[in-house]
T-cell receptor
Framework: GENVEQHPSTLSVQEGDSAVIKCTYS??????FPWYKQELGKRPQLIID?????GEKKDQRIAVTLNKTAKHFSLHITETQPEDSAVYFC??????????FGTGTSLTVIP | DTGVSQNPRHKITKRGQNVTFRCDPI?????LYWYRQTLGQGPEFLTYFQNEAQLEKSRLLSDRFSAERPKGSFSTLEIQRTEQGDSAMYLC????????????FGNGTRLTVT
């Protein structure tokens, strides 16, 4: 099955700086890559996603890039704010609609 | 609220007892997933339904775990003869075939086995 690796496991940034989280996947058939944000005690919620026919997608302060050849994708958060503090999970989804998640990145934005 | 609903929110049980959790997906979603999450880890896949058919079950899942979705609507996850290692958050998620994703998660059932 698919193997998704996520780095770093923890990340601290100053408010206003950028944060970058990286994921790699193993199955070249994976074609959909969502990112989820999970605040303490709450459900994971989708923040952005990208499909394999697109190299980059942006939504306000959040962007995701995908390199299918290298089988890696990244989440970029610019102008970070304290409310961005949470655990972020990447996922890779194959043709059978199986979602495989990374181990998560705990982001802390320091005011 | 038309989101994914899970019951109960919390369950405390003694080792060896059986427990059952329920998930009501978003009504128009035909795909339903069960995941397990422990502290500091990402959601770990357990099983997946498309309508009433169970399409895949994790090899990590022991025979003590079983899931059903009898009418293609709500689903139940049963754990028999619970062990302390089963303590975790059990998340249910659903998705629509028309949208091709993404997953919409419920609030989860937190299981504590004493």
């Amino acid at each position: 099955g698919e193997n998704v690796e996520q780095h770093p496991s923890t990340l601290s940034v100053q408010e206003g700086d950028s944060a970058v989280i990286k994921c790699t996947y193993s199955d070249s058939a994976s074609n959909y890559f969502p990112w989820y944000k999970q605040e303490l005690g709450k459900r994971p919620q989708l923040i952005i996603d990208i499909r394999s026919n697109v190299g980059e997608k942006k939504d306000q302060r959040i962007a995701v890039t995908l390199n299918k050849t290298a089988k890696h994708f990244s989440l970029h958060i610019t102008e970070t704010q304290p409310e961005d503090s949470a655990v972020y999970f990447c996922a890779a989804v194959g043709v059978l609609n199986q979602f495989y998640f990374g181990t998560g990145t705990s982001l802390t934005v320091i005011p | 609220d038309t989101g994914v609903s899970q019951n109960p929110r919390h369950k405390i049980t003694k080792r060896g007892q059986n427990v059952t959790f329920r998930c009501d997906p978003i009504s128009e979603h035909n795909r339903l997933y069960w995941y397990r999450q422990t502290l500091g880890q990402g959601p770990e896949f357990l099983t997946y339904f498309q309508n009433e058919a169970q399409l895949e079950k994790s090899r990590l899942l022991s025979d003590r775990f079983s899931a059903e979705r009898p009418k293609g609507s709500f689903s139940t996850l049963e754990i028999q003869r619970t062990e302390q290692g089963d303590s975790a958050m059990y998340l249910c998620a659903s998705s629509s075939r028309r949208s091709g994703g993404p997953l919409h998660f419920g609030n989860g059932t937190r299981l504590t086995v004493t």
